[in-house]
């Protein structure tokens, strides 16, 4: 069963506008969330993470944000830009499987539109 | 940086074939992963290993066997190749150790079973 879910599987924005990703996971053991961006026949690269133990994380144009409580995170990158446009993996994980496997989403595919 | 290199970007088998994938790490992780991508299914996780000559099922090993002889070197065979492994096959690494969560993915292999 998806532990980790992305229900929105594509999203438009407008360049220099604020783009949101979600995500949502059900397993009340993950304590640490990250967001993977993958380019076609590209592998994903890490963009940004987030600890348990705090609710935002910042770095430059990206803000994760985490709501413990309704077991749901979010990616806000602004402004948007074309380069942006790629598909978004939210993925979690259990800090006793540290270093082991990452729950991963679906992935959203973001298209940042000039 | 960390660098994680896949044998080929992209490779087309014969049903019936045994393939063999590889992966090599150079950070001297202790963590090496196989995940395969598929469109409206995110990375699902195939197989991993903790250690030299160790391995973990995954999600969906089915099909797949793995083997792990040197730290750096993890491989990933496909004992008798069928249309439904048609996929990109993504290698990722990761350090062991307490908080180490990020794995590190190589550019993947587009494989397809005719």
């Known amino acids: 069963d998806q532990q980790v879910k992305q229900n929105s599987p594509s999203l438009s924005v407008q360049e220099g506008r604020i783009s949101i990703l979600n995500c949502d996971y059900t397993n009340s053991m993950f304590d640490y969330f990250l967001w993977y961006k993958k380019y076609p026949a590209e592998g994903p690269t890490f963009l940004i993470s987030?600890?348990?133990?705090?609710d935002k994380n910042e770095d430059g144009r990206f803000t994760v944000f985490l709501n413990k409580s309704a077991k749901h995170l979010s990616l806000h990158i602004v402004p948007s830009q074309p380069g942006d446009s790629a598909v978004y993996f939210c993925a979690a994980s259990a800090n006793s499987n540290s270093g082991y496997a990452l729950n991963f989403g679906k992935g959203t595919s973001l298209l940042v539109t000039p | 940086d960390v660098k994680v290199t896949q044998s080929s970007r992209y490779l087309v088998k014969r049903t019936g074939e045994k393939v063999f994938l590889e992966c090599v790490q150079d950070?001297?992780?202790?963590?090496m992963f196989w995940y395969r991508q598929d469109p409206g299914l995110g990375l699902r996780l195939i197989y991993f290993?903790?250690?030299?000559?160790?391995?973990e099922k995954g999600d969906i090993p089915e099909g797949y066997s793995v083997s792990r002889e040197k730290k750096e070197r993890f491989s990933l065979i496909l004992e008798s190749a069928s249309t439904n492994q048609t996929s990109m096959y993504l290698c990722?690494?990761?350090?062991?150790?307490?908080?180490?969560?990020?794995?590190?993915f190589g550019p993947g292999t587009r494989l397809t079973v005719t």
């Open positions: 290993s903790y250690d030299v000559k160790m391995k």
């Open positions: 990722a690494s990761s350090p062991a150790g307490a908080g180490l969560h990020e794995q590190y």
């Open positions: 950070m001297d992780h202790e963590n």
């Open positions: 987030i600890s348990s133990i705090k």
